[in-house]
DNA sequence: CATGAATGAGTTTTCATTCAT
DNA sequence: CATGAATGAAAACTCATTCAT
């Protein structure tokens, strides 16, 4: 069922494999629903011996949440080429992210969904992540502006909401890549970035923004 | 501090005290944190008279999300004269929805948190509701192609993703508004459709979508 | 086993019979060992019954520890003829404590050793007992120098620490009167009496103090 | 914080040096509350090491008692000269015991609380090492008695009850002049001694016993 | 209609204790 | 000798849920 039950493997070690257990149950059943007893045993190890290493429920539960943090973060900040322009890198951002999201979704599921529901300490946490997100993108609204040799009316305040926004589009379009067959990241990204970067007005007049097939786009699987 | 306890009221209305009590409940210490008995004190009336008249926590929940998802959709619905553009419709259903969940904290979290962490049931339920909402914007968006006067070269699938990207970015932005201290719903309406209409592109270029200031918009508290 | 199964009892009397079942199990095992299991078994209830009403197992123990104080505190109070000579009250307190911590040994069990040896928050609460018994035994010190007509050369603090050793001596003779077969409630008060009043000196010289036997004098069981 | 961690002690040391530590932690936190983690820990030895010189938690408690029950009766008996009267012996047996109870707190707790706490077994222990203290007192009476050139009229069974009062008495002094601060050995054994062999008749009749200052009294710290 | 009395089943957490190295 | 790795067993406590009145 679980891990592979071997015996007396060093901590680190074990402490991966409890990690890897509890963000799928986490990331399944639920924060509240899930049970230690569970965990433990998808784990292949014992109740005492998680709580050994991971103290409690809580503990446990931020854990997951750093460390899934801290890996989609690393995902896309490896997806980006920072020496291209912005709209290339948003490209590759975003493809970095769906793809980073629909090869674990149960860790998406518990930074998504069940950090943010269960309680300010968890909630954040992910905050935390989200805003080194939401920076960089707000960074990339700036240059992007910039690059259009234009000085940007947008009020500075604005930019927050936009890169709010299109944050929360990526996220919520995550989930729905996720959950319908058929979408793959690639095309969700393509949806995204022709959605922020050309808007609806262009679309329907015909001029959405154009993917650079020809060049090594996002690492999508 | 609950209802103030009145004998022999019709079945009725006595249901929809507790269905007050326990959105309220649920939306502040989420599903599984929320006990029976705190529900039943808040409504004022005893715990087997909840079990009477809604059967099970479970079934509780559900009637929860059903009414505050009929709400929303009826707030929407009532917001938006069909017989306008479809920008100015885009416009004011994005009012409406803002300031409802603006009113409505709880009856969101129920909506957008807790019902989507907590089982298969409870999500289906949501997705009903959002699933009428897409279709909705689905529509104006082919609306809104086929007026500007263009064979929409967008493909019907591809549709689908906009849609979703732009309530998905809505959904945030209503937690985000809900959030930051001194964002109106009015603000968070305007940002997001000129996230959505305009798109990136036109902003840094200096051509924002306008609002109609002249005329009444959505109503905003 | 415990008391009979009956069902549906008026909350006053469930929570005297669950006293009785936890002041038995609490004196037998001790605080520690003792499980709300076990206890809630031997009361014939279930366990969420008595967390229902005793809320937890200090608050539990602490209402043991008051019932068993005021009962024995009461035993002495009711056994006692406030008229009578110094020296005969004492007596007569004596034979009522030795009766009722012989009649109930749990009680005494808990409140001698178990309170004393898990916390100060319990000990404290033996020790307004032991404080109302030792004033007691104080004021029959003074009121015996008094009848002795003689200005007592005791200095104050002198007769704290003299009540302090009654008192000490008679509580380790009720554990000793309860180990030791064939030892009477009635035998331990005159021994200790004997001890207390004469001293060793004056029992050496063929001295003893005379007990009452004409009159009703302590009432051992 | 506990023993410095030196490699390669012989077995003997490092046995006292658990002991020690056990000591410590069981009249500190009490026999069921302390863990042999702690333990361990403050001895400075790692957990198997303790079970593999002392088997069990209940092992290692039984033989922390008997340690402690060795170490007071063994400072009781150097205490007291055999060669003087009786009254002198008892003088000096308090003054040892309330001294050894005064600088060991913790064994004291051990073996006055814990000990007769926690189950028969442990129980019997200290019973064994009281019973050789009753006999001390008991034979002194006798002693005593015989030195009053009269036939004492005390029944056999009589005296045993006596010395079981006197060392009641002492146990609960000790703990009244550990926790009342002011009081020192010294003074607790004069009350005592007092109390015990002039009694309270002859005190209230200003014939108090007298202490011999002018010799060597017991070792007071 | 309404409720006080009652519980089965499950939760997190802790601890004494033992191998394998 | 000495220890890091590991666990079986149990404890306190909670909750959704149901009768009998």
């Known amino acids: 069922m679980g891990a592979v039950k071997t015996k007396?493997?060093?901590?680190?070690?074990?402490?991966?494999?409890?990690?890897?257990?509890?963000?799928?149950?986490?990331?399944?059943r639920g924060y509240m629903a899930a049970s230690m007893d569970e965990i433990a045993e998808l784990a292949?190890?014992?109740?005492p011996l998680v709580y050994l290493y991971l103290n409690s429920k809580e503990d446990l539960f931020t854990a997951c949440i750093r460390r899934e943090a801290g890996a989609l973060v690393e995902a896309v900040r490896a997806g980006v080429r920072r020496d291209l322009p912005a709209d290339r890198q948003l490209w590759e951002g975003l493809g970095a992210f769906f793809t980073h999201t629909a090869e674990n979704p149960d860790a998406w599921s518990v930074l998504h969904l069940q950090a943010r529901t269960h309680g300010e300490p968890f909630a954040a946490e992910v905050t935390a992540m989200r805003e080194e997100i939401v920076a960089f993108v707000t960074q990339l609204i700036l240059a992007g502006a910039r690059e259009a040799h234009r000085d940007?009316?947008?009020?500075?305040?604005?930019?927050?909401?936009?890169?709010?926004?299109?944050v929360g589009a990526a996220e919520s379009l995550a989930?729905?890549?996720?959950?319908?067959?058929?979408?793959?990241?690639?095309?969700?990204?393509?949806?995204?970035?022709?959605?922020?970067?050309?808007?609806?007005?262009?679309?329907?007049?015909?001029?959405?923004?154009?993917?650079?097939?020809?060049?090594?786009?996002?690492?999508?699987?």
């Open 8 to 28: 007396r493997m060093p901590r680190a070690v074990r402490e991966q494999q409890m990690l890897d257990a509890a963000v799928r149950i986490f990331g399944q």
């Open 44 to 47: 292949g190890v014992s109740k």
């Open 152 to 166: 940007p009316d947008l009020p500075e305040g604005e930019v927050a909401g936009l890169a709010e926004a299109l």
């Open 175 to 221: 989930a729905w890549a996720n959950a319908t067959p058929g979408v793959t990241a690639h095309q969700a990204a393509a949806t995204l970035m022709n959605f922020a970067w050309a808007g609806l007005g262009d679309l329907m007049a015909g001029r959405p923004w154009a993917p650079p097939e020809e060049q090594p786009g996002p690492h999508v699987g």
